[in-house]
């Protein structure tokens, strides 16, 4: 009840706010097919009303679990809808290159660079070579995901005393002192259907941009290194110091591989608690139990960077891109209407969002757990977007996967990633 | 069970004695691994209706096979803070109940620590941090009382542990029968599948009966075709079909191709080869005699077929229309590709899906949400499941 007074007071709130600078769509459709289902839907409907009532357009929104298989059939068989929303930048990318999306412009990248925070690497992943060879912008992300966070209660860190740890260097010895003390460490779980393994290569990424320079993690995401080279081995093996030691995994390393993720952080909440710590992204509080408060019961830190190497203060994120899939003016009126900061606004107030767009207000936020994430977006120094999103769809949505599942149940680093270099490579 | 294990015994002993009874092991064996083959079927079924009736969290930390058991739950709770204290006699006072605690529930021990929730037994005190002490009664209210006004801002917590009778709730099916647009996506569904069943269903019984007993040239050819249709799978036509359909709609000057009639169609023609390769057998194996007596009292084909062959079939007819209907009913990639996903036009299979959420995290509402789609296929299917044994074995048995 309250979320409906709410979308209703948003709506309303933000619907005279555009001014009369749209041009005028009436009588036409703007077609959105996108990944947001359920409560996202009706976010994302709040955020499309004020639009539509500014141009006078028909915004007709189709969401579908299988987005992304239903995009490519509908873009080979000539029923493309106006606008499309990627989940991953990978399929994009793909489509891009058969010539099926059409460019954003450079106004659109001049805009990204300069409002978005850290807006050279907004426009890097949405930049894809043309059928032309050409690298042109294609991608507009909005609504993101912050990867980089370790979950925790903060009243079982009271009691037991344990103190936030600042650098990856008291992540470890946090990790050690937690076994030492007879708990359990780390909630990890890697299940999720098909698509099992995923949490494990978010983990791998953000180990590997504290490792090493973002310049290696950009070798590696875009094959320059090989799979199986030292520094991502060492990574994937960094990522075996917290997975595969029953000590510090609750359940035992074997949980790893058959727990879902969405289950994962449960642990965090039995009493006693099964684990103290879960790493995963913005996302995950959705799963948490219903009773929990954000920022009372759970808060996050930032997964914290070396003290002993020089790598500032890296950032895994990800997002959602809309691309123009059938050119029309109400296609591009809709990506400057999400330029303007209501646009974000209204969903941040909705909750489930954050967003780097320099001029929303961070006021919008309706809690402090979701301000601090969009701060942490807005301060980042070094923006790096989930890896396994930007391979190739058979590596970073199949064999990287596969290759993590392998690793939990006992195969070792080097292995693993040989053979995920070996997929990789047979790529025609 | 053991009643059946016993059985088993005395009719193994008769048979050692020499047949004397009528009973025949074979018999009771069939019997027996019936009966369990039918538990394992039912099994996963049960499973989902059990936990249709539970709530997200209980789904979360135990499975359905515990849904009957009394559950002993070691949980925490937040305490309230000075906000809503009352004072009493010289005493401020905080009076509660914990959280999921009611008639069918007992509280066992509790304690201020998660590592330590034996610290006192219902009805004893401990004393509390934030002033005062607190007394937790079997029933689950609470009492903590202080002589000094209470300050705390945030509340301490407590943990318990609680024997709790088994619970269940509606609130799934609640959440998936009130989810606006459903009455929508069920009418849209009726619009797909009705249609999608009987056109295949005429057309493929015309074909089958001229495939039967009709004489021309490539009679047969034409058959091994069809049968070979049976294992193109759909997939591949995916693209191709609806690249045609809006063809078709762009020379028409519509937007796209994205209609009903376009389901009905695909539906038709990926059912139509199982249906006439089905009725086919079928109409092969009625009586010769009654033709082509039929066929010297003067009747047309058109005739023997509508008169003699179309009764004569409804077996196989219904058995095919449960089949297609089923099939029709809980398809959700045909109709997500040829119809789209705008909330016009959502089936309820796609309707479905999307209450999942972006990510998956309302799958509890699936549980719930298959039984109300189960409603109307099981309607069906009892409605016409007479015909269907003896439908599936037409054509085979000859």
Redesign the interface.
């Known amino acids: 009840m309250l979320r409906l007074s709410l979308l209703a007071a948003v709506s309303l709130m933000s619907g005279p706010c555009l001014g009369a600078e749209w041009p005028d769509l009436s009588g036409q459709t703007i077609t959105i097919a996108g990944p947001y289902i359920g409560p996202d839907e009706e976010h994302f409907r709040a955020v499309l009303a004020p639009f539509a009532e500014a141009t006078g357009a028909v915004v007709d929104y189709a969401g579908s679990q299988q987005f992304s298989q239903q995009i490519v059939i509908d873009t080979s068989s000539g029923s493309a809808p106006n606008v499309a929303i990627f989940p991953l930048p990978g399929l994009a990318a793909t489509l891009a290159g058969e010539g099926k999306l059409a460019p954003l412009g450079d106004e659109t990248e001049t805009w990204l660079r300069d409002n978005y925070a850290a807006g050279q690497s907004w426009v890097d992943l949405g930049s894809y070579e043309g059928p032309d060879h050409v690298r042109r912008l294609y991608g507009f992300t909005y609504k993101t995901d912050l990867k980089s966070l370790v979950w925790y209660v903060p009243d079982e860190f009271a009691d037991a005393g344990y103190a936030v740890p600042e650098t990856f260097e008291d992540l470890q010895a946090l990790t050690e002192k937690i076994v030492a003390d007879g708990g359990t460490p780390w909630c990890i779980g890697i299940g999720s259907g098909a698509a099992t393994g995923w949490p494990a290569t978010d983990w791998v990424e953000d180990l590997l941009l504290r490792l090493e320079s973002p310049d290696v993690y950009d070798q590696w995401v875009s094959h320059k290194i090989p799979f199986n080279d030292p520094r991502i081995v060492a990574a994937i093996e960094l990522f075996g110091w917290f997975a595969k030691d029953n000590a510090k995994v609750a359940g035992g390393t074997n949980a790893v591989g058959t727990t879902d993720f969405s289950l994962s952080p449960q642990g965090l909440f039995t009493v006693p608690p099964q684990c103290y710590l879960h790493h995963q992204a913005s996302f995950i509080s959705s799963f948490f139990p219903e009773n929990v408060v954000l920022g009372e019961d759970a808060d996050f830190f930032y997964f914290p960077s070396y003290a002993g190497k020089e790598l500032g203060k890296p950032v895994l994120g990800a997002g959602t891109l809309f691309a123009i899939t059938n050119d029309s003016p109400g296609a591009r009126a809709l990506i400057d209407y999400l330029k303007t900061p209501q646009a974000h606004e209204i969903w941040m107030a909705l909750g489930g969002f954050l967003t780097p767009h320099k001029g929303a207000s961070l006021d919008a936020y309706p809690n402090d757990t979701l301000r601090e994430q969009g701060q942490i977006l807005l301060n980042a120094t070094t923006f790096r977007f989930d890896g396994s999103d930007l391979m190739p769809g058979a590596v970073g949505a199949g064999s990287f996967w596969t290759g993590m599942v392998d690793f939990a149940s006992g195969r070792s680093a080097e292995e693993v990633a040989t053979s995920i270099e070996e997929s990789w490579k047979a790529l025609p | 069970m053991t009643a059946v294990v016993q059985q088993v015994g005395t009719t193994v002993a008769r048979v050692r004695t020499g047949w004397r009874t009528k009973a025949k092991p074979g018999q009771l064996l069939t019997h027996l691994s019936l009966l369990i083959l039918v538990l394992i079927w039912t099994a996963p079924t049960a499973g989902l209706l059990i936990s249709s009736f539970r709530s ?2 209980q789904l ?2 135990s499975g359905w096979w515990t849904a009957l058991a009394v559950a002993v739950t ?3 709770t ?1 305490l309230p803070t000075a906000d809503s204290s009352i004072a009493e006699t010289g005493l401020f006072v905080i009076r509660g109940r914990l ?1 999921g605690t009611d008639m069918g529930t007992k509280i066992r021990s509790y304690g201020l ?3 330590d ?1 034996t610290a006192a037994a219902p009805g004893e005190s401990l004393s509390m941090q934030d002033g005062g002490s607190i007394t937790v009664e079997a029933d689950g209210s609470f009492e903590w009382s202080a002589d000094r006004p209470f300050t705390h801002t ?1 509340g301490p ?1 407590l ?1 318990y542990v609680v024997e709790r009778s088994p619970r269940f709730t509606i609130d799934n099916y609640i959440e998936v029968l009130t989810t606006s647009g459903l009455g929508r996506s069920f009418i849209n569904s009726f619009a797909v599948t009705i249609p999608a069943t009987f056109i295949p269903i005429l057309v493929a019984a015309f074909a089958a009966y001229a495939l039967a007993w009709m004489r021309f040239p490539f009679r047969n050819l034409i058959v091994v075709t069809v049968i070979g249709l049976l294992v193109v799978p759909l997939q591949m036509s ?6 045609l ?3 078709i709609a ?1 020379a028409f000057g519509a ?4 209609t009903y009639l376009g389901v009905w169609l695909a539906h038709t023609a990926f059912g139509l080869p199982l249906a006439i390769y089905l009725l086919r057998n079928y109409m092969l194996g009625l009586p010769r005699e009654i033709m082509e007596a039929a066929r010297i009292d003067g009747a047309s084909h058109f005739q023997i077929f509508t008169k003699i062959v179309l009764p004569l079939s409804f077996p196989a007819l219904a058995s095919f229309l449960i089949f297609q209907f089923l099939w029709v009913w809980n398809d ?2 045909v109709a ?2 040829f119809l ?4 016009t036009k959502l089936v309820l299979t ?1 309707k479905l ?11 509890e509402v699936l549980t719930a949400g298959a039984f109300v789609t189960i409603v109307v296929p099981l309607t069906v299917f009892f409605a016409l499941q007479r015909y269907f044994v003896r439908g599936l074995l037409a054509g085979s048995v000859k």
């Open positions: 997200k969290d979360a930390v070691q949980e925490g937040r959280p620590n998660a590592r929730l945030r917590r943990f995916l693209i191709p079909l609806l690249s359909y809006n063809d762009h937007a796209d191709g994205k959700l990639l997500m590709v789209g996903n705008q909330e796609g899906a999307s209450l999942l959420g972006t990510r998956g995290n309302n799958w």
